[in-house]
C-alpha cells in the first residue's frame, strides 16, 4: 500500500467524450505526478503539479489537463478523447523540496479504453 | 532527446538463479528510479537512488554517474519476483520529471 489512491478503477468512453480521473496523493506530498502508459510501454509523462500549479509537462497536447488541491487530491482532464488515449493512467505522488524530488508512490492506476 | 533504455526486454530465468536487469541513459540524471509493475498495473518503488548503491533484501541497485548505466539485481530468485522491472529517469535539465524505459519482463520459473 503506498497511500495513493485513484478512482475509477476502469472507465470506458467513445471518441469525441471528455473524462475526469482522480488521484489521492499520500499526505504530506506537495507533488503530484501523471502518467499515460499504453499497453506494452513504459509510462510517459504528463504533467506535474507542485503546490496546486503545473510544474512541468511531458509531449501531450493541451486536450490534457489537470488541477491539483489543498487536500492533496488531483485531477487530469482529457477532453475530445481519441482512440490512441486509450491506456493506464497512473498518478505518482511524492515530497519535492529545494534539494530535488523523494521516492514517488504510485497509485493502482485507471485503465481507460476509448470506443 | 531524452533517452532510458532496459536490457534485456524479456528474459526467464530459473528459480534460485541470479538475475542482472540493465538500464542505460543518455545524458546526466538527478536521480534513477527502479520501479516494479506487476500484470494489473500496480507499481511500486523499488530504489531511487542517485549514486553508488542501495540494497533491500535479495534486491541491490547500483549507478556509476559516469558511464550512465544502472544495474538491477536480484539474488536467489522467486517466481513471485516475476513482474515488469522499470527503470526510470529524472534528468538535470528535465528537473524532476522522470522518463522511462520500456520495461524489462521477468519470469522465474520454479
Known amino acids: 500500500e503506498t497511500g495513493v489512491t485513484q478512482s475509477p478503477t476502469h472507465l470506458i468512453k467513445t471518441r469525441g467524450q471528455q473524462v475526469t480521473l482522480r488521484c489521492s496523493s499520500q499526505?504530506?506530498?506537495?507533488?503530484v505526478s501523471w502518467y499515460q502508459q499504453a499497453l506494452g510501454q513504459g509510462p510517459q509523462f504528463i504533467f506535474q503539479?507542485?503546490?496546486?500549479?503545473?510544474?512541468g509537462r511531458g509531449n501531450f497536447p493541451p486536450r490534457f489537463s489537470g488541477l491539483q488541491f489543498p487536500n492533496y487530491s488531483s485531477e487530469l482532464n482529457v477532453n475530445a478523447l481519441e482512440l490512441d488515449d486509450s491506456a493506464l493512467y497512473l498518478c505518482?505522488?511524492?515530497?519535492?523540496?529545494?534539494?530535488?524530488?523523494?521516492?514517488?508512490?504510485f497509485g493502482p492506476g485507471t485503465r481507460l479504453t476509448v470506443l | 532527446k531524452n533517452e532510458v533504455e532496459q536490457s534485456p526486454q524479456n528474459l526467464t530465468a530459473q528459480e534460485g538463479e541470479f538475475i542482472t536487469i540493465n538500464c542505460s541513459y543518455s545524458?546526466?540524471?538527478?536521480?534513477l528510479h527502479w520501479l516494479q509493475q506487476h500484470p494489473g498495473g500496480g507499481i511500486v518503488s523499488l530504489f531511487m537512488?542517485?549514486?553508488g548503491k542501495k540494497k533491500h533484501g535479495r534486491l541491490i541497485a547500483t549507478i556509476n554517474i559516469q558511464e550512465k548505466h544502472s544495474s538491477l539485481h536480484i539474488t536467489a530468485s522467486h517466481p513471485r519476483d516475476s513482474a515488469v522491472y522499470i527503470c526510470?529517469?529524472?534528468?538535470?535539465?528535465?528537473?524532476?520529471?522522470?522518463?522511462f524505459g520500456t520495461g524489462t519482463s521477468l519470469t522465474v520459473i520454479p
Open positions: 499526505s504530506g506530498h506537495n507533488t
Open positions: 505518482a505522488s511524492s515530497f519535492l523540496t529545494v534539494v530535488g524530488t523523494d521516492t514517488q508512490y
Open positions: 537512488l542517485s549514486s
Open positions: 503539479y507542485y503546490r496546486e500549479e503545473e510544474n
Open positions: 526510470a529517469a529524472a534528468f538535470f535539465y528535465t528537473g524532476n520529471q522522470f522518463y
Open positions: 545524458v546526466g540524471i538527478s536521480a
